[in-house]
């Protein structure tokens, strides 16, 4: 008969009791973690050999029990904690959250060769790097960084701060979060008050001491806005990521406003997301869903004539007939502020609004 726990343990690994293989590895690990155990540091280290040896056996539901006894520990063998955090992702999620035992190399090698519910993992996880939070930026995947911008603890450095609020031109989601990081700077806060709604604005305003009035100057000279060398940069500039059929330089814009008179709203968006080498969902956001300065922007930076750009103001606010929009004062705002950008200030805007270096999207 067994008389101390360390001798059980040699009769369940001699008898491969309770379920064979499965429940051997789940009562191991339940033997170390019992606090009245009263196992000897040697018997602990024979647990844990026995269980490395069994876990990669045992079905997962066996190893997920094993990772939840285990992702609070600190005693852990560290190739036990590693093989458990790359495991399928319900074995792993406990393990990637809690284990303290998981180094910063640990966590990239995650990042870097796992899934995105292994990432999703990571973002949760308080007070990671900003070594690993960069990684996961470059990874693009808009649930995951929604779930890293809401991570408080996470470090987050100045070049994906950047990158994020580009980002937040087209993700809705990222840009209240993002307004509330202690990390946002007023040059960020600035940029991102072009496309966020009239309740972020204010929060904008208030929080990061922003004249409205001078946002319009600021955005005809977007590259002083850059903080410092590090932030990120687009390979190529507008004129040469796409060169635009000679038509397309010289016809202001008719060809896009003879699809909108035909009702071709899909060909209006397609061929606009063309012109600026922007994704079509991009450009929906910057149609649908920002405020005119967006809009003014793009317009612009497409070579755009004021009067196509009256027209196009005038479909999207749905008023008809369209002189009551005219006669507006959100339709003098749009157009007094399309008169007064730069050419050059917006196709910088533009750049800056592109995903990341190396990657272009095109419509």
Not at 69 to 76: E, G, S, T
Not at 91 to 107: N, R, T, W
Not at 201 to 210: A, M, P, S
Not at 298 to 308: D, Q
Request: aromatic letters at 6%; charged letters at 25%.
């Amino acid at each position: 008969m067994a008389s101390s726990p360390y001798e059980k343990l040699l009769e369940l690994a001699h008898q491969r009791a309770l379920n064979g293989k499965g429940g051997l590895a789940a009562s191991i690990a339940e033997m170390c973690l019992a606090s009245q155990s009263g196992l000897t540091e040697r018997e602990l280290t024979l647990a844990f050999e026995i269980l490395r040896l069994l876990v990669d056996k045992v079905e997962v539901k066996i190893r997920r029990h094993i990772a939840d006894y285990l992702a609070d520990r600190k005693d852990v063998p560290a190739d036990l904690i590693q093989f458990l955090a790359n495991d399928a992702i319900t074995v792993a999620y406990p393990i990637i959250l809690h284990s303290e035992l998981l180094q910063e190399e640990d966590l990239l090698k995650i990042v870097i060769e796992q899934s995105a519910r292994h990432r999703q993992a990571v973002a949760i996880r308080p007070y990671i790097s900003s070594d690993v939070t960069d990684k996961l930026v470059e990874f693009d995947e808009a649930e995951v960084l929604t779930t890293l911008i809401c991570n408080e603890t996470a470090e987050i450095s100045d070049t994906s701060m950047q990158a994020l609020v580009d980002r937040s031109l087209e993700i809705e989601a990222y840009r209240e979060p993002l307004a509330h990081r202690k990390e946002m700077t007023p040059n960020l806060a600035k940029r991102m008050y072009v496309w966020v709604g009239d309740a972020l604005r204010d929060y904008i305003v208030h929080n990061f001491q922003i004249d409205p009035d001078t946002v319009s100057d600021s955005l005809n000279h977007a590259a002083s806005d850059t903080p410092d060398d590090t932030a990120p940069k687009p390979t190529a500039t507008l004129s040469e990521i796409k060169s635009p059929a000679p038509e397309d330089n010289q016809d202001g814009g008719h060809a896009l406003l003879r699809f909108l008179n035909t009702g071709d709203i899909s060909a209006f968006e397609s061929a606009f997301a063309g012109r600026l080498n922007l994704s079509v969902q991009a450009m929906g956001v910057i149609l649908y869903d920002s405020n005119f300065e967006a809009l003014a922007i793009a317009a612009k930076a497409a070579g755009i004539a004021p009067e196509v750009f009256s027209e196009i103001l005038c479909h999207l606010s749905g008023v008809r007939p369209a002189d009551d929009y005219r006669a507006s004062k959100e339709y003098c705002d749009a157009m007094d502020y399309f008169s007064g950008l730069d050419d050059a200030g917006a196709t910088d805007m533009l750049d800056k609004w592109r995903e990341t270096p190396g990657e272009v999207r095109g419509g």
